[in-house]
């Protein structure tokens, strides 16, 4: 059982510009004093940064938090032969001492090649690293649909993350139907569209250099899919202002995307970033807010299929 709007770590770890130590740690106590319970990260977010400031959290508190790390990432190039038994063992032992651990709650592997899906012997090297206890559960984050339903075909894959929120609409049409018959959590990642859909971004915003909003703006580094959720930013702002329009009286453009995401049933939690305390608060209020009406829900997804989807849809 994890909380509706958990915490996703990526931002306090790296590539999204200097984040001081005392503000992640912050944002981090914020998020847990709201109710938070569960928290997403990855080996490689600042190179094991991300995870240690988890673990200086977990020393704090004494509320059960349960941590989804990732692993794969530290392959230099995307291929099958990368996922090997040994690989996977140390990427784990790095994981379990940056979390001060001796079991990780979920492994997730961390977008990996579209071919692994159809490679049940990787998954077989997972169930035996659960038998042996390093890893609890595990399960996948993908960058496409078609992704997300191969991998839940294999059996003990527990969780899926996958890009969901008002821009990225797809994963609702058939994969959320077939995670919930085989229940099957999600994880929403980037549900503010890197912070597009918190309505603040400006035509003539900037962003620090060691920020992907920066370097990573047309995929340079990663799929250009995990900035801005791959929309092009003037067409993204535009699809905001018309969002905006629909916010009920004292609910914020965050507040609203997050529950957005909350209304569908087949979500575990979103993921929301968060690199000050004051964001954390304000996304975990979303939680609060009573269920958008019929009307505005049909309106984000007009908005969607007229602005968004041409650019996005037949991607991922
Ligand atoms: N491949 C993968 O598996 C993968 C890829 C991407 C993300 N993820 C996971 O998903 C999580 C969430 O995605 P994300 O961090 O990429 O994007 P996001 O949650 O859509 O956006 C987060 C960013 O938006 C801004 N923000 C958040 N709340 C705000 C608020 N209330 N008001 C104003 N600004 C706010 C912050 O950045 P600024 O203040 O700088 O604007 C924050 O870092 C990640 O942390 C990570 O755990 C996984």
Not at 21 to 37: F, I, R
Not at 47 to 64: F, P, Q, V, Y
Not at 287 to 302: K, Q
């Amino acid at each position: 059982m994890v909380s509706e709007i958990s915490f996703g770590a990526w931002a306090i770890g790296g590539a999204w510009g200097q984040v001081p130590e005392k503000d992640a740690l912050a944002a981090l106590h914020q998020a847990v004093d709201a109710g938070v319970n569960f928290i997403d990260t990855a080996d490689v977010y600042g190179d094991g940064r991300s995870e240690r400031l988890i673990a200086d959290l977990k020393r704090e508190r004494k509320e059960e938090i349960i941590v989804a790390t990732k692993a794969g990432r530290r392959l230099p190039r995307q291929t099958i032969e990368g996922y090997t038994r040994e690989n996977l063992a140390s990427w784990i032992e790095d994981s379990l001492r940056n979390l001060a651990t001796d079991t990780l709650d979920l492994l997730q592997l961390h977008c990996p090649p579209t071919e692994l899906y159809s490679r049940p012997e990787v998954f077989a090297i997972l169930d035996d690293f659960v038998r042996a206890g390093k890893i609890r559960y595990y399960g996948v984050s993908v960058e496409k649909v078609e992704e997300a339903l191969r991998a839940i075909e294999h059996p003990n894959v527990q969780t899926v993350q996958i890009i969901f929120n008002c821009f990225r609409q797809r994963p609702a049409d058939l994969f959320f139907a077939r995670a919930r018959q085989r229940q099957v959590g999600i994880l929403a990642r980037v549900p503010l569209a890197s912070g597009m859909l918190t309505g603040k971004l400006r035509p003539d915003s900037t962003f620090a250099a060691d920020d992907h909003r920066n370097f990573n703006r047309h995929g340079e580094a990663f799929d250009v899919g995990e900035t801005f959720s791959g929309v092009d930013y003037r067409l993204g702002l535009e699809a905001v202002e018309e969002i905006r329009r629909l916010l009920p009286v004292g609910t914020s453009m965050s507040q609203f995307a997050l529950r957005w995401i909350l209304m569908f049933d087949a979500v575990s939690c979103a993921i929301p970033g968060g690199k000050r305390p004051e964001q954390v608060a304000e996304n975990c209020r979303a939680s609060d807010l009573p269920p958008l009406t019929p009307e505005a829900m049909a309106e984000v997804e007009r908005i969607y299929k007229q602005k968004i989807s041409p650019q996005v849809h037949h991607r991922w």
